[in-house]
């Protein structure tokens, strides 16, 4: 038996980046095996490969330039001259897949993508993946793909729409862009790419058993089932292990050979001339059949997870060799030298020219300006043009638009009597999609059926099937189809079926949508309303989840516009604001419906009609934060919100009759962002105020609209909280225990008066 080769002293050290390096150039000089005569350029690079010694040799070079990058990140992070060390080293493969796809196809990425983007560079004149990674290494203002915010790996003329690192959270939005590039031509709407892209995607192997993946997957082929298209090409780039969790030998591909109606490809990405042929098979499949297909790309991790992952303290002196040995610029090298088209001295050269164009881009880029002021930091979150969107509010659909999607001029709904408030939500979203032709409204059973409360009732008649229609229960893609239609440039009107629901698919706009302009530096924007039935007070159809009073996750997304009307007509002037937030701007908006209030018709007595309203003009708006005020009182003024504004109306009745007090009752209708000048402007003159929030005790919105308050200079005046328990929402009329009440309003007005 021979005795196992003993393992060099340089190669046990702790910089395995260093070694990695030498390692290269080692294999390169000591290589002698035979050679070839050199191929020509359209000529195949080895016997039997598909790739061709031009392509080949460019190939080589990205996979050159994403190493380098690598190598220098970690030389220049302990100098505080970049600062970010992921890299791409071992996944330079996935150059490949950018090959042979377009720069017009959206590209979706995860953060091994090095030999990918300094591949997809090459499809534009002009230019340069070694500088524009710099800049971004260096967290630069001049960073093309962030301007700073963050490294990744993004480009607005290519096509690559910049990703966080929340594991998979990206491939929901990835599968809403493919179908978008279906859908767009289907309802005349024209794509900013052409009609045949496709959509890539790619992650590792551990992310493909996230549940957020997963959703993606069954959604993809529950899609590809009903024989519908969704040309989205799933990279997974599968080198074993993420961070330190190794993925099971024969996973990946256990788990997804054999899926129905997703597609399966095998490529070795550790291999060029093995390798090309199999990703072209992929892609061309994808583009062919407008199927959705997963490439199992296989490739390794050298240089640990990340310049922190110190590799050598929970693996094996001997594992790390093994991975190491399979390091794909190795075989690419001895392709290179097998083939005849290069040789050592030519290879070795351009390892070394490109090493110094990356330590000169990076020195160049740590020369530029950093974000050092707070507004710059912000500018790209949460633009606002106020006049655009105040004009684009106005705006008025077509006539004979309108009389279309109403049935008749005699049935515009400002010619009707006053109405509750789910009626007008449904006559403003009629009013909408006759202004938007590019605007689309999906969720659970919103099609036929109009939703759960019947509020989206007739709008798939009126606009048809195809910009009015059901997904599949998952609200995670019903999200993620908002961005992607967002992304192809139509303006989409989701639905969450409730309140609770939200939370279930969070991400999705928290780390994603309402983070798309900011990591964009503005150059993509993924705009929105989300519709979601919201908040408690039902009366025969309980629990929790129907009864959800929470809207603290809401509340800390940055970026997001929140707005909880609680009359009709609020509801229609506030859905116009939120359309032209997401046309003019980009926004995304979360448009709180109070089920409650929709089908409130009285105020304070049976039969009084008084929470009826006539349908506002075509051209009347709301200011984005402005409120509404009942009264005109000084004596005690009530803040609050959706259910709360009928209360207090009924409860400042109350107080006026017990106390002699003037009110004043005060709409926020607008709770992100909170308008704090607003609040402050209705503190100031008040004697006594009462916060109504029916959220729960801690983190609602109450708490914002004290804080306003105090840092305006007006926390010295008396004032009471009337707020929902720290609790679940149980069933049957126990849930009316743990939220507030008329009664609970006019309780905390006798403690202010000492009674």
Known sequence: MTAAKPIPARMKGLNRAEICDV??????????????????????????????????????????????????????????????????????????????????????????????????????????????????????????????????????????????????????????????????????????????????????????????????????AWTAYQKLPAPVLF?????????????????????????????????????????????????????RTRRPTFLHLRTTRIMGHAGTDFEIEWRSIEELCAVEATDPLLRSAAIALESGLMSKDEILALYEDTRKKCFAAAHDADSRPRLTELADVMKPLAPYTPDAVRKEAARTPEAARREQAFGGEGKLPEKQPARHLA????????????????????????????????????????????????????????????????????????????????????????????????????????????????????????????????????????????????RGDDAATMLRTMAALAQVDGRVCAFLEPIALYMAKDLYEPGDGGWLTEYPAPNETMELGEGRVYGDGDDLVIFTFGNGVPMSLRAAKQIQAKHGWKTRVVDLRWLVPLNETYIRAQAKNAKRMIIVDEGRHSAGVGEGVVTAIVEGGYGARPFQRVVGADTFTPLAGAAFLVIPSDEDIVAAADRLAGV
């Open 23 to 220: 390692n290269f150039q080692e294999f390169v000089r000591d290589w002698n095996g035979q050679r070839d005569v050199a191929p020509a350029p359209n000529e195949a690079i080895l016997d039997g490969s598909a790739l061709d010694a031009k392509g080949f040799r460019e190939l080589f070079e990205s996979q050159l330039i994403s190493r380098h990058l690598d190598l220098m990140a970690r030389v220049l992070r302990v100098q505080n001259k970049v600062f970010y060390t992921i890299g791409s080293s071992g996944h330079e493969g996935n150059a490949m897949v950018a090959r042979l796809t377009r720069h017009t196809d959206p590209a979706f990425l995860h953060y091994r993508s090095g030999g990918f983007m300094a591949e997809r560079f090459r499809k534009l004149p002009g230019m340069d993946p070694i500088m524009d990674s710099a800049l971004s290494f260096a967290a630069s203002k001049d960073d093309p793909a962030s301007g700073g915010r963050h490294k990744v790996w993004g480009s607005k003329p290519l096509w690559v729409l910049p990703q966080t690192s929340t594991i998979a959270s990206h491939l929901p939005k990835a599968l809403g862009t493919a179908l978008a590039i279906e859908q767009g031509p289907r309802i005349g709407h024209e794509l900013p790419i052409p009609n045949d892209s496709i959509a890539i995607c790619s992650f590792g192997d551990a992310s493909s058993n996230h549940a957020t993946a997963q959703t993606a997957f069954n959604a993809a």
């Open 235 to 287: 990279v997974c780039e599968d080198n074993g292990i993420g961070i330190s969790v190794k993925t099971p030998s024969g996973w990946v591909a256990q788990n997804f050979r054999h899926r129905q109606d997703l597609d399966y490809f095998y490529a070795d990405g550790l291999d060029l001339a093995e390798g090309y042929g199999q990703v072209q098979a992929a892609v061309e499949h994808c583009r």
């Open 423 to 566: 009626i007008q939500i449904n006559n403003a979203l009629h009013d909408l999609f006759a202004k938007y032709p590019q605007a689309l409204l999906f969720g659970e059973d919103v099609a036929l059926k109009g939703g759960v409360y019947t509020v989206t009732k007739g709008l798939q008649k009126a606009f048809s099937g195809k910009r009015v229609f059901n997904t599949l229960l998952d609200e995670t893609i019903i999200l993620g189809l908002a961005q992607g239609y967002a992304n192809m440039g139509m303006l989409p009107f989701p639905e969450i079926q409730y309140l609770a629901y939200f939370h279930n698919a969070c991400d999705q706009i928290r780390g994603e949508a309402a983070s798309l302009q900011f990591f964009s530096n503005g150059q993509y924007r993924n705009p929105m309303v989300m519709r979601i039935a919201s908040l408690g007070y039902q009366r025969g159809f309980g629990g929790h989840f129907h009864n959800d009073n929470s809207i603290t996750a809401l509340r800390d997304i940055p970026g997001l516009v929140v707005g909880c009307p609680s």
